[in-house]
T-cell receptor
Framework: SQQGEEDPQALSIQEGENATMNCSYKTSINNLQWYRQNSGRGLVHLILIRSNEREKHSGRLRVTLDTSKKSSSLLITASRAADTASYFCATVSYNTDKLIFGTGTRLQVFP | GAGVSQSPSNKVTEKGKDVELRCDPISGHTALYWYRQSLGQGLEFLIYFQGNSAPDKSGLPSDRFSAERTGGSVSTLTIQRTQQEDSAVYLC??????????????FGPGTRLTVL
């Protein structure tokens, strides 16, 4: 079953604009991770945020986590055409050894 | 160093045939995962290996699916008597020691399986 649900399902923006994607989940988690997937093949890890963290930055990426609302957001600032991809959140619960992925957001950045 | 590799990259088979998909994890990674991704969908967990522990097979959709990991390294996912609904991209990932899924996972490029 899907733990995370991302919204929007699809997002189209112009280069230079910011892109925000949201993820909601159902159970308590140890950490939440964001991945990017190009062309429906292998995924690339972007960032991991632990349950005791509220915000994390990596380059143009900013991730927030609100455990009271069971939600996370991924912000990509000053987007580029190369950011065009699908973005997935994935959660890890305390009593499991696996990532549970959301349904993903398809981001299209137009030059 | 080398990343996770998977073979074949594409596999076309006829309904009812058996297929084997291979995954070579990153050297030294103790955890190995298999996922399935249908067209336009998220990833579906299939099976997880951690060191010498018994694998977590809770995601395997039917008894036609099985996987093994030999010598704590290479893994093979076998699908017997393939059905058209098995068509998907099968992704393998590995992660370093540290216990559980508390670390990032490194994904291979996937095998695209098409069952005619």
């Amino acid at each position: 079953s899907q733990q995370g649900e991302e919204d929007p399902q699809a997002l189209s923006i112009q280069e230079g604009e910011n892109a925000t994607m949201n993820c909601s989940y159902k159970t308590s988690i140890n950490n939440l991770q964001w991945y990017r997937q190009n062309s429906g093949r292998g995924l690339v890890h972007l960032i991991l945020i632990r349950s005791n963290e509220r915000e994390k930055h990596s380059g143009r990426l900013r991730v927030t986590l609100d455990t009271s609302k069971k939600s996370s957001s991924l912000l990509i600032t000053a987007s580029r055409a190369a950011d065009t991809a699908s973005y997935f959140c994935a959660t890890v619960s305390y009593n499991t050894d696996k990532l549970i992925f959301g349904t993903g957001t398809r981001l299209q950045v137009f030059p | 160093g080398a990343g996770v590799s998977q073979s074949p990259s594409n596999k076309v088979t006829e309904k009812g045939k058996d297929v084997e998909l291979r995954c070579d994890p990153i050297s030294g990674h103790t955890a190995l995962y298999w996922y399935r991704q249908s067209l336009g969908q998220g990833l579906e967990f299939l099976i997880y290996f951690q060191g010498n522990s018994a694998p977590d097979k809770s995601g395997l959709p039917s008894d036609r699916f099985s996987a093994e990991r030999t010598g704590g390294s290479v893994s093979t996912l076998t699908i017997q008597r393939t059905q058209q609904e098995d068509s998907a991209v099968y992704l393998c990932a590995s992660s370093p020691p540290g216990g559980r899924a508390y670390n990032e996972q490194f994904f291979g490029p996937g095998t695209r399986l098409t069952v005619l």
